[in-house]
């Protein structure tokens, strides 16, 4: 397929190389080096320092949130964005199958069990009509919140993923949300710099969660973010994440079972130094994104964009072949040509832990699973 052929050469033109390109790297060409530097000089390099309070405060400004929690990573961050929504042991969180393993996975960490429901064609999100469905079907509403008849356990949240940073339908799902008395937490864990109806993603819900691992938009190495507009959720999430330990000048009290989950200071230095480049990085990600949409137009070939009322932030761009053998020729003539290139995930229900949880029909998530193929997205 020749047009295989010219996306390989647009893509080693559009980043000036003739080496191996990967899906997305990291760039680091403002700050960073003087805030490490910084830092190791002032030898708070651990789990406190003024960079944790600054990054914080940065993550505050982007998102727009009241409180925002720095943690060691994203996982970490839905772990216990989760655990402050009220999940409980044997309650049970809906989420969509089609999402990275950090999200069910956070959901077992609390010793909940993950029901799949079927993501929308336009945003390879949590679908409202398939989770409207779902709880027509077995909600029951009770005094301590909604139950699912088929199970009789608790249905404690439901944490939609705003896949490679397309926001999912926000105000529907919280419509839904709102009527089952169900929590809304976001996995915004690739959307960072991703709006919905010009809010950012993770404000809508009760909690969000980002990651700031290597591949994101911007990085901290490993790190992770819970942002909220409650405050007393933003003060108990630090509270949880710090060990839970009561103030006090020398006495070591506990009265909860908190977590070690802080982002050290020199992890906090970098991403200062990332989020002040973040801008730049989502404008250039934009042009490449627009360079993507008229190549692939006129190849036939089509091209993932945002949807009206959202701005993504083409954090992992994609297009979606015809059918399972493209996209086979697709991954292989590219890979075998120096452009990483790679399929979505494979459904949570396919992996042995969660290959015995609830789902519905997932027509549409197994149809993005065979035709849904990342390409290189790095900013330059
Ligand atoms: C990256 C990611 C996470 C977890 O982030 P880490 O920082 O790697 O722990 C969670 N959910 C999704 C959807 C992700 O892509």
Redesign the pocket.
Known sequence: MSSIENMISLVRDHYSTDKFIPLHEPRFRGNEKKYLEETIDSTFVSSVGVFVDRFELMMQDITGASKAVAVV????S?QVALRLAGVKQNDEVITQAL??I??AN?ISYNGAIPVFLDVDLDTMGLSPKYLGEFLEEFGELREDGCYNKSTGRRIAACMP?HTFGFPVHLDELSALCNKWHIPLVE?A??SLGSLYKGKHTGTIGLIG?F???G??VVTSG???AIITNSNELGTQAKYLTTTAKRPHAFEFFHDDLGYNFRMPNLNAALACAQLESLNDFLIDKRKLAEKYAVFFETEGIKFRQEIPDTKANYWLMCVELNDKKEREEFLTTTNAHGIMTRPIWNLMYRLPMYAHCQRDAQKNAEYLEERIVNIPSSAR
């Open positions: 990573n994203g996982s970490a839905l999402t990275f950090a999200t956070a993923m996995d864990a690739e969660g990651s700031f691992n591949n994101k490993g790190g992770g």
